[in-house]
Structure formats: structure tokens, C-alpha cells
């Protein structure tokens, strides 16, 4: 009787030992498979809300997602995309009007960054003296941006473009080569146009 005790004393032993370091390696594989949180989801829904300090929060867990993983995924400050959203909203947000140029609109400004011939961060750009009117209105900073106006402002930051990255002018009167123009029934006509070549 013993024996048989000792036996089964050690069998449930072994048995617990078992499906404690199953449970523990169960654990680390869900914790693995567990999808992230849907940060840009976060981020989109703070712009539609101008909650800038939830977008920010979820920006930063984003980013430090993106390096302790190595995802390789395109780093998004909220703040850029709170203001190109703006800007789209501000230039181009009109319901009426199309994705289309909503990106174009937005990517003007994202050319200009880029350029050597403008400043080199989107908040100089959208706000260079002379540029774009609608930003030195005094009610820019309070537009809360259309959810269509952040959906392109997003999809610019990920990397998604329609222009060629010369095209750093829009509006009712050609300048340089026209690369697209749009034609509406309230604005006219709006170009997109490249640099004028310097003669």
C-alpha cells in the first residue's frame, strides 16, 4: 500500500510539473500571437476627435512597438498627421470633393518638405508667410479634420502618392508644367503643377 502511495504521490508530481511548464509555454506562445493594439486606428479616431493627447500616447506605444518588435513599419508622429489633416481639411474639405485630390492636395505639402527650395518641416511649410491662406486664418488650429481628411493625411504619411515629387504648387492659375488639374462646379479649376524652371 506503500509503494502504491509513493508511486501515485510521485506520478502526480511528475503529472503537476507537466502541465505547469505546458501552462507557462502556452502563455509565452499567446502572448506572441496576441495582435497588437490597432495603434493607427487609435491615432485616426483622436485627429476625428482633436483629442491631441490620446493621439500622441498612441503614436509613442506605436513607435516603441515598431522598434521592440522590428517591424520595419513606417514611424507616424500625431502631430504631422493631425496638421496635414488640417491642411487637407482646411484646402480640399469639401465633401463633394474627391479622395483624389484630397491626396494631391496633401502631397503638394509633403513635396515641399522635401524640397530644397521650401522649409524643411510640414509645420514651416503649412505656415510659410505668403504660401497658403487658409493656415493664417485664425480658426485653422480649431478644425477638427473630416475622418475622409485624416484617411488621406494617413495614407500620405504611410507612403502612398499620386503626384511626381516636383509637383509643389495647386491652384486656380497654371504655374510651371501642369501635372493634373481638377474641375468642379463651385471651385473651378485647381492645378497641380510643378516647379517653374528658372530662366
Same mark, same amino acid.
Given at each position: /500500500?506503500?509503494?502504491?502511495?509513493?508511486?501515485?504521490?510521485?506520478?502526480?508530481? $511528475?503529472?503537476?510539473?507537466?502541465?505547469?511548464?505546458?501552462?507557462?509555454?502556452?502563455?509565452? $506562445?499567446?502572448?506572441?500571437? #496576441?495582435?497588437?493594439?490597432?495603434?493607427?486606428? /487609435?491615432? #485616426?479616431?483622436?485627429?476625428?476627435?482633436?483629442?491631441?493627447? #490620446?493621439?500622441?500616447?498612441?503614436?509613442?506605444?506605436?513607435?516603441?512597438?515598431?522598434?521592440?518588435?522590428?517591424?520595419?513599419?513606417?514611424?507616424?508622429?500625431?502631430?504631422?498627421?493631425?496638421?496635414?489633416?488640417?491642411?487637407?481639411?482646411?484646402?480640399?474639405?469639401?465633401?463633394?470633393?474627391?479622395?483624389?485630390?484630397?491626396?494631391?492636395?496633401?502631397?503638394?505639402?509633403?513635396?515641399?518638405?522635401?524640397?530644397?527650395?521650401?522649409?524643411?518641416?510640414?509645420?514651416?511649410?503649412?505656415?510659410?508667410?505668403?504660401?497658403?491662406?487658409?493656415?493664417?486664418?485664425?480658426?485653422?488650429?480649431?478644425?477638427?479634420?473630416?475622418?475622409?481628411?485624416?484617411?488621406?493625411?494617413?495614407?500620405?504619411? /504611410?507612403?502612398?502618392? /499620386?503626384?511626381?515629387?516636383?509637383?509643389?504648387?495647386?491652384?486656380?492659375?497654371?504655374?510651371?508644367?501642369?501635372?493634373? $488639374?481638377?474641375?468642379?462646379?463651385?471651385?473651378?479649376? #485647381?492645378?497641380?503643377?510643378?516647379?517653374?524652371?528658372? $530662366?
Amino acid at each position: /500500500m506503500k509503494k502504491f502511495l509513493k508511486r501515485l504521490f510521485k506520478n502526480l508530481i $511528475t503529472a503537476f510539473f507537466l502541465i505547469s511548464c505546458a501552462l507557462v509555454i502556452s502563455s509565452f $506562445t499567446y502572448a506572441e500571437d #496576441t495582435p497588437a493594439p490597432d495603434y493607427l486606428a /487609435m491615432m #485616426t479616431e483622436a485627429a476625428r476627435q482633436g483629442d491631441i493627447d #490620446t493621439g500622441r500616447a498612441a503614436a509613442q506605444e506605436r513607435s516603441a512597438y515598431i522598434d521592440q518588435h522590428q517591424t520595419g513599419e513606417v514611424k507616424i508622429s500625431f502631430d504631422d498627421l493631425y496638421l496635414l489633416a488640417q491642411f487637407i481639411y482646411a484646402e480640399a474639405g469639401s465633401d463633394w470633393l474627391s479622395d483624389e485630390m484630397r491626396l494631391c492636395v496633401g502631397e503638394v505639402a509633403l513635396n515641399r518638405v522635401k524640397s530644397p527650395d521650401y522649409p524643411s518641416s510640414l509645420k514651416r511649410v503649412i505656415f510659410q508667410r505668403g504660401e497658403f491662406d487658409c493656415c493664417h486664418d485664425l480658426h485653422f488650429n480649431e478644425i477638427v479634420p473630416s475622418r475622409d481628411c485624416v484617411s488621406a493625411a494617413l495614407r500620405l504619411l /504611410m507612403g502612398e502618392r /499620386m503626384l511626381e515629387a516636383n509637383v509643389i504648387y495647386f491652384g486656380p492659375e497654371p504655374r510651371g508644367e501642369v501635372y493634373n $488639374t481638377f474641375v468642379d462646379k463651385v471651385l473651378g479649376y #485647381t492645378y497641380f503643377c510643378s516647379a517653374p524652371e528658372e $530662366t
